[in-house]
């Protein structure tokens, strides 16, 4: 355990208890009766033992009687990072399950999401979105909205003022051959991006940031891909999309983009495959494409609960982590039907066990493996892992305090069990009603102090 000092800034609030968490040697660290202070800034200030307190708290101004401690049942762990969801499908989470990915989005998601024109309909979807994932413990989310510049300002602003850590993405898409309404021209899309980016930077929200959008490379044309790559390159901002999701869209994209050598390389040749991108599912990716991933320093979403929810695929996380790149968890609502990253880490296991029973050989996703990819997994799939994804000094307190044994909750505890147990119970069987408080850069954003929550 390493004991820092940043006293330069004050010393805002200290906790003392056990804190679980991933780092890059381990996917499991347990520091029992340890004490975590933060900055006045939000920031991590130092990590120590308890019975250090007095020795830490010497050089500041911190009171000791004023140290939070966790009680028995109780423990600390990173937010965790939703790397791919559409807030704007989550009027329709929990139906609408029963066709593959193109058909899907023709029947369901297009015409839903056109509806995002109007900004009341929008203003109610988005802030129970945003509300519904901090209260399950996503403190950072990546999100697509639709293609409306002024709907997506919208749930920059609503993330902004719960608190929430998120990238927000204005959709492009210039080709829909289905619901003809739901699209852009080239231009339009290109000159509302740039314009929800310079709306969104002008409002200096200190947590949230554009994320350029294109939908897939079947909603897109060419030269919109190539443009937005232009334009993430010209400001240094990060990037996502999907890709390779079902065999039917894999197919379509090679007769879209003859010239292409595969999925992976439509986004390659439009220089949309950068360190700050992630693409989300990857189910049929080849090791060929993998390997520019992990060239280019792109990054995977992946997204069980869609993928096993539309029949897309199975991810092979072990192959992919094999191949070294990095991997994130995301919900991709409404895909999958559950807005909780505790279910993608469920049906994270889950896929990774349907692909032991398909074969034996199979190396078995463990649950602390599961609890890296939803937390620093996903921090470094966003290129923020300098920022949040763990409990290391200097970073940003992004952090659940978890109850196992809640009054009320989901969880029996039959017994005294130690920290890696509880955890394991926590991430198979918990539910909000464990998360007692979620922090967000330091500023304890559950529960909820707007009266509107
Ligand atoms: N591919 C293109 N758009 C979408 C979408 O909205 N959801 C999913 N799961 N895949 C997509
Ligand atoms: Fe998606």
Not at 35 to 46: C, Q, R, S, Y
Not at 120 to 136: C, M
Not at 327 to 336: C, E, P, R
Not at 365 to 372: D, I, K, N, P, Q
Request: proline fraction near 4%; charged fraction near 20%; glycine fraction near 6%.
């Amino acid at each position: 355990m390493n004991s820092f000092d940043r006293s330069a800034a004050g010393i805002a609030q200290v906790f003392r208890g056990t804190f679980v968490h991933s780092t890059q040697q381990t996917a499991l660290e347990i520091l029992e009766d340890a004490l975590l202070g933060v900055d006045t800034e939000g920031k991590i200030a130092f990590i120590g033992k308890g019975e250090e307190l007095d020795k830490l708290l010497k050089s500041t101004n911190f009171n000791p009687s004023e140290v939070i401690q966790l009680s028995q049942h109780e423990f600390f762990m990173p937010g965790m990072v939703d790397t791919h969801i559409h807030a704007s499908q989550y009027s329709y989470a929990g139906t609408a399950l029963d066709m593959p990915l193109l058909q899907w989005l023709n029947t369901y998601t297009f015409p839903v999401e056109s509806q995002f024109k109007d900004l009341d309909f929008a203003n109610r979807v988005y802030s129970k979105v945003v509300k519904r994932t901090l209260r399950n413990g996503t403190t950072t989310a990546c999100y697509f909205a639709t293609i409306h510049t002024d709907a997506s300002l919208l749930l920059g602003k609503i993330a902004n003022d719960f608190g929430q850590r998120a990238l927000v993405g204005k959709v492009c898409m210039d080709r829909n051959n289905f619901v003809k309404h739901y699209k852009e021209t080239m231009q339009e899309s290109q000159d509302e991006t740039c314009r929800f980016i310079a709306e969104l930077l002008k409002k200096k929200y200190p947590l949230v940031k554009p994320v350029v959008t294109p939908r897939f490379a079947p909603s897109c044309t060419g030269a919109l891909l190539g443009q937005l790559g232009a334009i993430a390159k010209n400001n240094n901002l990060h990037i996502q999309s999907h890709v390779s999701e079902n065999t039917e869209e894999v197919k379509l994209v090679k007769e879209l983009f003859p010239d292409s050598e595969s999925y992976t390389d439509v986004y390659y040749k439009h220089n949309l495959l950068t360190d700050k991108t992630v693409m989300a599912h990857g189910c049929h990716l080849s090791d060929e494409e993998l390997a520019l991933f992990r060239e280019t320093g792109a990054s995977l979403s992946h997204c069980p609960n869609s993928n096993i929810s539309l029949c897309s695929g199975v991810l092979n996380v072990r192959n992919v982590l094999k191949q070294k790149v990095k991997l994130g968890l995301g919900t991709d609502v409404a895909g999958g039907y559950s807005a909780s990253m505790l279910d993608a880490v469920r049906k994270a296991l889950d896929s990774s066990k349907i692909l032991t029973i398909q074969d034996p050989e199979h190396d078995t996703l463990t649950f602390e493996e599961a609890f890296m990819l939803a937390t620093l997994g996903g921090s470094q799939a966003l290129s923020l892992d300098d920022q949040i994804g763990n409990f290391e000094v200097g970073k940003d307190f992004d952090a659940l305090r978890v109850n196992v044994a809640a009054p009320g909750g989901p969880i029996d505890l039959i017994q005294s069990e130690g920290p890696k147990i509880l955890l394991e119970k926590f991430l198979n069987l918990g539910d909000d009603r464990n998360i007692m408080e979620v922090f967000v850069a330091g500023r304890k954003v559950i529960p909820f102090t707007e009266p509107t929550a």
